[in-house]
Each structure stands twice: as structure tokens, then as C-alpha cells.
């Protein structure tokens, strides 16, 4: 069952080549498709290319096919193409000229940018949601542990004081920005291609402002040719969002490997968020940390993926979008998976105390010695070379305490501003 099927049969070897993973693909697209299938329906009763009577059964029907969805009854069998043949074909079985008359005034590419555009608007809102709840654990526990110091690092050389209460909250507010780049990307896939049909619009009177509303899109992609390149950039850009928060989820994962191993010591981990070896009886191993970093490093090659499939087409639909799918839609599974172990994972993180008694730490607090020398009244320079010496001779006495003001720094670390930011951005 082909859409486009004229009776002149496809070499099955092109066939398979041509549909590849699609129907497996487009079962997460199903219900997007029934949706707005019932949107293009209504419209098409209102402008009289469908009475009453075929407008409601089509509606029904389709409401039916979502329920199916749902319960997990639907499937796309190696007879159809993918979801949108798999779906006229019920209708025209159940309702005959009816489903016949579906796809009046559309076509593949504008149905599957509808189907896309609202299933990536419902991911990128959950992933905002996780991302805000990953947040807030976060945040709870920098309030927790602001005073409990850690060695702050450049370079992996000791360089000054830190603290779990500043490590927490500085992922957390990095979490906003991803916020800022998941609320771009939601504002590039809420407009309605639906109408563009092939992508040079139609010769029926459509009405493209009511399937914007029924679908609940905020805008209308007007022009039939930009809704059709939007193709490509609207999951380029939700995977660039994406990118972001593996970022995120990535380097703060490297973090709790890093200052899990013995040689740091900074955190624990209870036994059942570590693996074991098969030889080495001691061990407990991050595993779910290490797959969050390599998960996420994996996610963070999909913008280019999707840049290098996209990149040199000219406008209109070329069959090579349909590989955007095949990158695109794990890609959101594994975050969206990551995302959910890391927020069952944090609060069970356990940090540390006097971490800053061993020796080896006493160099962190030498730009507070040298500041405090700057304060009574000696040149910085001078101040840094007199610490120098001490460092030099054996002679430097660690203070071993911080007096930092400022906005963010170890001892004003402005959590209730960062929750204000997360506020006001979410």
C-alpha cells in the first residue's frame, strides 16, 4: 500500500533500500499523525470538500486509531510504506470514499512536518521538565553542603577553594542555559506547516489558520517553501538543545568518576548505583556515570549529523530527510533516559567532610593569603611574589578559611537568585 502507487510495481530491492527503518521509525509518529489528520479533516468539512456526515466519522475513526496507539494495538506491516499510508488505509477500510478523501489538499511532506513538529514540541517540554527536576535536586543539595569545602582545580592542579554547595549550584545554573537553548527550540518547531503540502501550497481554498489553532500550534509557517525547509533545521536546532543539556549531563558525570576514584575521594556512591568486577573483589565501579558521559558525548555528534545530511540541499523535499529520523529519535530516548537515572541517581550522592585537612591542600588558600597582603596595603605584585618565596622556602602558614563577598563566590553563592534565574527562564 503505497500513497503514490500508480499499479506499476516497485523492484522490491529499491523498496527495501528506499523505506529502510521507517516503519519502525514513524510508530513513534502515529499518534501525531492521527492528530493531525483529525485537524486536516475538520478543516476540510469547513470549506466543503467533506460533509457533516464524512467530516465526523473521520473524526471518530481517528480517535479510534489513537486509542489503538495508546494500547499499544498499532502496527505498520511490511505491506505499507509508513504511518500515513498505514492510516488512510484503516479509514478508506472502515469508512470506504471517505477515507478516500483524506488526502485532499496535503501531502507525505507536510503531514510528516506536522508529525515531527508537534511530537518534537511534547519532547522538547518533557526534557524541560526533567532538566527543571534535575534542576531543583541539584539545588537542594548545594544548600545542604555549602559549607563542606572541595579543592577547586585548573589545569587538575590544585588552584583554590571550592565547595560542594558552589560544585552543585554551578550545574544547576548551567542547567538554565540549556533551559534557554530547549525553550529556542520549542519556539522554532510551534509553527504550523500543515497546507504547504508538497511544499508549493494548494489550489483548494484550505483554511492554514484553523489547523494552526485545532492543532495548537502558536504560528503559522507561512510561506509553503520555508514550511518545507524547515525540514531539517527544526530537528537540527531541538538537537542542538539537546546537545546542551548532554553537555551538562556529561562534564558533571566525568566529575563524580573523577572525584569518586580513591586518588580523590571527594564523594561516595551506595551499592546500588556501582557495578563490580568479575576479578577484582573491591571494586565499585560508576558505570551509570560513565554511560551518562559516553551517551551523552554521542549526543553531542547529532547537530553535526543532521548538518552534514542537511547541508548541501536546495530547497523543496529530498528523500535524505527521511534519515534525520534514524539520528534523531534514539538520540531523544538515550537523554531522556540519562536524565531520569540522574535525577534517581544525585540524591544518593554522598559527599566528604574535612576533605581540606590532608596537607596537600593547604596551597588552595594562597590567593587569599596574598589578597589579605593587598588589603594591608602591599602592591599585588610584591604581595604575590612574597607568597612566592614563602612557597619556595618552606615557610608558607595556610589560613585555611575563605572571606569571599562577592556575588557567586564560595561564601555568597546566591541560590535563591539562581532558583530566581531558573524562575523566570523556565
Same mark, same amino acid.
Given at each position: 500500500?503505497?500513497?503514490?502507487?500508480?499499479?506499476?510495481?516497485?523492484?522490491?530491492?529499491?523498496?527495501?533500500?528506499?523505506?529502510?527503518?521507517?516503519?519502525?521509525?514513524?510508530?513513534?509518529?502515529?499518534?501525531?499523525?492521527?492528530?493531525?489528520?483529525?485537524?486536516?479533516?475538520?478543516?476540510?468539512?469547513?470549506?466543503?470538500?467533506?460533509?457533516?456526515?464524512?467530516?465526523?466519522?473521520?473524526?471518530?475513526?481517528? *480517535?479510534?486509531?489513537?486509542?489503538?496507539?495508546?494500547?499499544?494495538?498499532? *502496527?505498520?506491516?511490511?505491506?505499507?510504506?509508513? +504511518?500515513?499510508?498505514?492510516? *488512510?488505509?484503516?479509514?478508506?477500510?472502515?469508512?470506504?470514499?471517505?477515507?478516500?478523501?483524506?488526502?485532499?489538499?496535503?501531502?507525505?511532506?507536510?503531514?510528516?512536518?506536522?508529525?515531527?513538529?508537534?511530537?518534537?514540541?511534547?519532547?522538547?517540554?518533557?526534557? =524541560?521538565?526533567?532538566?527543571?527536576?534535575?534542576?531543583?535536586?541539584?539545588?537542594?543539595?548545594?544548600?545542604?553542603?555549602?559549607?563542606?569545602?572541595?579543592?577547586?582545580?585548573?589545569?587538575?592542579?590544585?588552584?583554590?577553594?571550592?565547595?560542594?554547595?558552589?560544585?552543585?549550584?554551578?550545574?544547576?545554573?548551567?542547567?538554565?542555559?540549556?533551559?534557554?537553548?530547549?525553550?529556542?527550540?520549542?519556539?522554532?518547531?510551534?509553527?504550523?506547516?500543515?497546507?504547504?503540502?508538497?511544499?508549493?501550497?494548494?489550489?483548494?481554498?484550505?483554511?492554514?489558520?484553523?489547523?494552526?489553532?485545532?492543532?495548537?500550534?502558536?504560528?503559522?509557517?507561512?510561506?509553503?517553501?520555508?514550511?518545507?525547509?524547515?525540514?531539517?533545521?527544526? *530537528?537540527?536546532?531541538?538537537?542542538?538543545?539537546?546537545?546542551?543539556?548532554?553537555?551538562?549531563?556529561?562534564?558533571?558525570?566525568?566529575?563524580?568518576?573523577?572525584?569518586?576514584?580513591?586518588?580523590?575521594?571527594?564523594?561516595?556512591?551506595?551499592?546500588?548505583?556501582?557495578?563490580?568486577?568479575?576479578?577484582?573483589?573491591?571494586?565499585?565501579?560508576?558505570?551509570?556515570?560513565?554511560?551518562?558521559?559516553?551517551?551523552?558525548?554521542?549526543?553531542?555528534?547529532?547537530?553535526?549529523?543532521?548538518?552534514?545530511?542537511?547541508?548541501?540541499?536546495?530547497?523543496?523535499?529530498?528523500?535524505?530527510?527521511?534519515?534525520?529520523?534514524?539520528?534523531?529519535?534514539?538520540?531523544?530516548?538515550?537523554? =531522556?533516559?540519562?536524565?531520569?537515572?540522574?535525577?534517581?541517581?544525585?540524591?544518593?550522592?554522598?559527599?566528604?567532610?574535612?576533605?581540606?585537612?590532608?596537607?596537600?591542600?593547604?596551597?588552595?588558600?594562597? +590567593?587569599?593569603?596574598?589578597?589579605?597582603?593587598?588589603?594591608?596595603?602591599?602592591?599585588?605584585?610584591?604581595?604575590?611574589?612574597?607568597?612566592?618565596?614563602?612557597?619556595?622556602?618552606?615557610?608558607?602558614?595556610?589560613?585555611?578559611?575563605?572571606?569571599?563577598?562577592?556575588?557567586?563566590?564560595?561564601?555568597?553563592?546566591?541560590?535563591?537568585?539562581?532558583?530566581?534565574?531558573?524562575?523566570?527562564?523556565?
Amino acid at each position: 500500500m503505497k500513497l503514490w502507487e500508480k499499479g506499476i510495481p516497485t523492484d522490491k530491492q529499491i523498496e527495501h533500500f528506499t523505506v529502510g527503518n521507517d516503519r519502525e521509525l514513524d510508530l513513534v509518529l502515529a499518534k501525531y499523525d492521527a492528530l493531525g489528520s483529525i485537524a486536516h479533516a475538520k478543516m476540510l468539512g469547513q470549506i466543503g470538500l467533506l460533509t457533516d456526515s464524512e467530516t465526523d466519522s473521520l473524526v471518530l475513526a481517528l *480517535e479510534g486509531i489513537i486509542a489503538d496507539i495508546q494500547k499499544g494495538n498499532f *502496527e505498520i506491516e511490511d505491506s505499507f510504506e509508513d +504511518v500515513h499510508s498505514k492510516i *488512510e488505509y484503516l479509514l478508506t477500510v472502515k469508512l470506504g470514499d471517505a477515507g478516500k478523501k483524506i488526502h485532499t489538499a496535503r501531502s507525505r511532506n507536510d503531514q510528516v512536518l506536522v508529525d515531527v513538529n508537534l511530537y518534537l514540541k511534547d519532547v522538547v517540554t518533557e526534557l =524541560k521538565e526533567q532538566v527543571k527536576t534535575l534542576f531543583d535536586l541539584m539545588m537542594e543539595s548545594a544548600e545542604k553542603y555549602q559549607n563542606v569545602l572541595l579543592p577547586g582545580y585548573t589545569h587538575l592542579q590544585i588552584a583554590m577553594p571550592s565547595s560542594f554547595g558552589m560544585w552543585f549550584s554551578a550545574y544547576a545554573e548551567s542547567l538554565i542555559d540549556d533551559i534557554t537553548m530547549l525553550n529556542a527550540a520549542l519556539k522554532i518547531v510551534d509553527q504550523n506547516p500543515l497546507g504547504s503540502a508538497a511544499g508549493y501550497g494548494s489550489s483548494f481554498p484550505i483554511n492554514r489558520t484553523f489547523t494552526t489553532q485545532e492543532l495548537g500550534f502558536k504560528t503559522l509557517k507561512y510561506n509553503s517553501v520555508a514550511a518545507q525547509m524547515s525540514r531539517g533545521k527544526s *530537528e537540527k536546532t531541538v538537537a542542538f538543545a539537546m546537545s546542551s543539556v548532554a553537555s551538562t549531563l556529561s562534564k558533571f558525570s566525568m566529575d563524580v568518576c573523577l572525584y569518586m576514584s580513591q586518588n580523590f575521594g571527594f564523594i561516595g556512591l551506595p551499592s546500588h548505583l556501582t557495578t563490580g568486577s568479575s576479578i577484582m573483589p573491591h571494586k565499585k565501579n560508576p558505570d551509570v556515570f560513565e554511560l551518562i558521559r559516553g551517551k551523552c558525548n554521542k549526543i553531542q555528534a547529532l547537530p553535526y549529523e543532521i548538518t552534514l545530511i542537511t547541508n548541501n540541499l536546495p530547497s523543496g523535499y529530498h528523500r535524505d530527510l527521511q534519515l534525520l529520523k534514524e539520528g534523531l529519535f534514539p538520540a531523544i530516548q538515550n537523554l =531522556k533516559a540519562c536524565l531520569d537515572i540522574a535525577i534517581f541517581s544525585i540524591k544518593d550522592i554522598t559527599v566528604k567532610d574535612n576533605i581540606l585537612s590532608d596537607p596537600k591542600y593547604n596551597y588552595l588558600f594562597t +590567593v587569599d593569603t596574598l589578597n589579605e597582603m593587598v588589603v594591608a596595603g602591599m602592591p599585588f605584585r610584591d604581595a604575590y611574589k612574597a607568597v612566592a618565596e614563602q612557597l619556595e622556602n618552606g615557610t608558607y602558614q595556610s589560613p585555611k578559611e575563605t572571606k569571599h563577598t562577592h556575588e557567586g563566590s564560595i561564601n555568597n553563592l546566591c541560590l535563591e537568585e539562581i532558583k530566581d534565574k531558573m524562575t523566570d527562564s523556565y
